[in-house]
């Protein structure tokens, strides 16, 4: 027995050496809005204007209630226009091509004129009941989960298409190149042109929001308030646990270049910014 522990504590401190070392990565926290933000539930950067767009959801995140909309807040987190659009039902994932911004609004995925805030189009997704986070490719073709009844719908030029069907808890999106990296609850996935998929990594919750660091890696959310740093190899790291604080941490937005994370926190009411630092 004495050579068996003699024997297996090294290798057990090894084992934890090696733990604590994979982590990699951390956040610090640079600032937060007041809790003014109407149930924000994704951000959206526009570094040439210094401005996080911001989605409200207003109320009950699936009810068409009309009190949500769309608000503008500085890189520095100082509150620009609370009122940028106004009138949705219950504002959620964003997505922008040129002037427009495209917004996933229940059923409906509205077009904004970026300029003005004003809504020029909605277009509606039959049979659409929860749509949630869109993406929209160097194209311009818009996609959008639906995760009440799992289909990823696909928008070009106006004309809607199902480009997959049961994805179980599909939410966070984002296009790629020719490829549509997927949140499918804890699976984190992509599909290629044709809808084939592949499993990149598991988390150990539903997944939210997903954005690339930009060297194949990818920052994901959950709703709960975990934020995780995946490698392009599947190595899952936790960078935040807000979870106990109850302070969700829903669709984020990600400057590549600055290495900043812009948090939507849901009933917390406010966006919070956090510098993604290498130990």
């Not at 057990?12 to 956040?27: D, I, N, Y």
């Not at 060297?215 to 807000?242: M, P, Q, R």
Request: proline content about 2%; aromatic content about 8%.
């Amino acid at each position: 027995m004495k050579h068996f522990f003699k024997c297996a504590l090294p290798a057990l401190l090894a084992f934890m050496v090696q733990g604590v070392s994979a982590q990699t990565h951390r956040l610090e926290k640079l600032w937060e809005t007041d809790s003014v933000v109407r149930v924000p539930e994704s951000v959206l950067p526009d570094f040439k204007k210094q401005i996080l767009y911001v989605s409200e959801i207003g109320g009950n995140s699936n009810t068409a209630a009309g009190k949500g909309g769309v608000a503008k807040i500085g890189l520095d987190g100082k509150i620009i226009d609370l009122d940028f659009t106004t009138d949705l039902n219950s504002a959620k994932g964003m997505g922008r091509f040129g002037d427009k911004l495209y917004v996933a609004d229940l059923s409906e995925l509205v077009v904004i004129d970026i300029k003005t805030g004003k809504v020029i189009n909605k277009i509606v997704i039959d049979s659409a009941k929860v749509l949630n986070d869109v993406t929209v490719d160097s194209k311009g073709v818009v996609y959008v989960s639906d995760s009440k009844t799992f289909k990823i719908h696909r928008v070009e030029k106006g004309k809607v298409t199902t480009f997959l069907t049961q994805v179980t808890g599909v939410n966070g999106l984002k296009a790629i190149d020719n490829d549509l990296y997927i949140m499918s609850g804890p699976k984190f996935m992509k599909a290629d042109s044709k809808g084939n998929l592949t499993q990149v990594a598991t988390i150990t919750c539903n997944g939210d929001g997903l954005e690339p660091v930009g060297n194949g890696d990818f920052l994901i959310t959950c709703w709960a308030g975990h934020i995780f740093y995946v490698s392009a190899d599947g190595k899952v790291e936790v960078l935040l646990d807000s979870e106990a604080q109850k302070m969700s941490t829903a669709d984020l937005g990600y400057d590549t270049v600055n290495h900043i994370l812009y948090v939507p926190t849901f009933f917390s009411k406010k966006v919070v910014a956090y510098k993604l630092v290498n130990n």
